[in-house]
Structures are given as C-alpha cells and as structure tokens.
Nanobody, 116 residues
Framework: QVQMVESGGGLVQPGGSLRLSCAAS????????MGWYRRAPGKRRELVAF???????GYGDSVKGRFTISRDNAKNTVYLQMNSLKPEDTAVYYC??????????WGQGTQVTVSA
C-alpha cells in the first residue's frame, strides 16, 4: 500500500514563500528519485524539481534560483521551498517518487495559488 502524503499548499501573495512536503510510504524496493511536478490551468505538466538517491538535484528553468528541493531520507520525505513566488507559479503541485524497479507513484496534488 503506497501513500504519498502532501502538505503545505495554499494561498500566498506575490513575492511570498511556501514550503511543500511529501512523505512516501509503502514503496517496495529503494526509492531512486523523488520530485515535484506541476500543472497550471491550460498547460501541460512540467517538472519543477527532483532529487536522486545520490543527492543530485535538478530544476526546471522557470524556478531555478527561487525554489530549493531537499529530502530527509530517514523519513522518506521530500520538501520544496518556494521563494519569490509569482502568479505564474499558480498550479497544482504533484509529488512523484520512482523506485529502483522503475515504478512511478504520484501524490494527489496540492494547490498553490499566488495572487494579490
């Protein structure tokens, strides 16, 4: 039984900050990668950030320098610190995990709204 429990979404003013978290449990094997994707209205899903087992990270171009991904391996939890938020960051953010068998797991999504 896989669980991907997301939290931290909400409404924030432009220039503000939010911190998302995602705790994964029940995934068989080893988790190779965790990350965040987002889908804004009328747009395709896009990569926000990922972190692999070695700790190497990657970011989508639109969030580089503003967002930071981190993890707590003991808790199987990934975080996304979002600073200098813009209205264009408004989207549903989805947590993602992939194990060493190639299985993909997704959270239910958490809404982030950036508006004055």
């Amino acid at each position: 039984q896989v669980q991907m429990v997301e939290s931290g979404g909400g409404l924030v003013q432009p220039g503000g900050s939010l911190r998302l978290s995602c705790a994964a449990s029940g995934i068989i094997g080893a988790i190779d990668r965790m990350g965040w994707y987002r889908r804004a209205p009328g747009k395709r899903r896009e990569l926000v950030a990922f972190i692999i087992i070695s700790g190497v990270t990657g970011y989508g171009d639109s969030v580089k320098g503003r967002f930071t991904i981190s993890r707590d391996n003991a808790k199987n939890t990934v975080y996304l610190q979002m600073n200098s938020l813009k209205p264009e960051d408004t989207a549903v953010y989805y947590c993602h995990a992939r194990n060493n068998l190639g299985d993909d797991h997704w959270g239910q999504g958490t809404q982030v709204t950036v508006s004055a």
